[in-house]
């Protein structure tokens, strides 16, 4: 939902070319990338801490206590691609 709103943003700003020079507009921008950066960073920093979970639940001595807790493995974060995918701002407005 919020990168089809930042697709439709953008296709307004390719739209008024005014806009894309404007100084405030381009650090909302970089904003935009800068939060898209870290919440990439931050989902690898999970995945990877979740693998590491998994991994000693399964080894011993911390396999004991695995299940003496009943703890289950972590999930990964998956998303699909159509997710992860840029958005085509020609589709939204052609």
């Known amino acids: 939902m919020m990168r089809s709103s930042l697709g439709t943003l953008f296709a ?44 000693r639940i399964e080894q011993f001595p911390d396999l ?3 299940r003496m807790g009943n703890f289950p493995p ?4 998956k998303f699909d691609d159509k997710d992860k995918a840029d958005v085509d701002v020609k589709a939204l407005f052609g």
């Not at 070319?17 to 931050?42: C, G, V, W, Y």
């Open 74 to 77: 972590a999930k990964l974060l």
């Open 64 to 66: 004991l206590i695995a």
């Open 12 to 55: 307004v700003a390719e739209a008024y070319p005014e806009l894309k020079t404007n100084e405030h507009f381009m650090q909302l921008q970089n904003r935009i990338s800068q939060l898209e950066n870290a919440i990439a960073d931050r989902r690898e920093l999970y995945n990877e801490a979740a693998n590491i979970n998994n991994v």
